[in-house]
């Protein structure tokens, strides 16, 4: 069993900067790919960005050149850095870990860009 805690989420204004982290509760970049998912009201949870075991990254055309996946395996934390928000990036952010055979998700996180 993995537990993933986010934290880092808040309310920003419009072209400000947030970055959010996902502790992972033992060891497991190495066997899991891990992602950040968001998901607004009335919306489809959408992958935004992940990161893989061998640390090839992939994003969402609508957050490429303003979001960055990053990992810090010493302190089984994932890292969404965020810049350049927009409105429509309000959301609940949801870390994932997703291995061959196990899938576990965090609490999730709320970005609220508003002005």
């Known amino acids: 069993q993995v537990q993933l805690v986010e934290s880092g989420g808040g309310l920003v204004q419009p072209g400000g900067s947030l970055r959010l982290s996902c502790v992972a509760s033992r060891s497991i970049f190495g066997l899991y790919t891990m992602g950040w998912h968001r998901q607004a009201p009335g919306k489809q949870r959408e992958l935004v960005a992940g990161?893989?075991?061998?640390?090839?990254?992939n994003y969402a055309d609508s957050v490429k050149g303003r979001f960055t996946i990053s990992r810090d395996n010493a302190k089984n934390t994932v890292y969404l850095q965020m810049n350049s928000l927009k409105p429509e990036d309000t959301a609940v952010y949801l870390c994932?870990?997703?291995?061959?055979?196990?899938?576990?998700w965090g609490q999730g996180t709320q970005v609220t860009v508003s002005s």
């Open positions: 994932n870990a997703k291995g061959f055979a196990s899938e576990y």
């Open positions: 990161v893989n075991s061998g640390g090839g990254t």
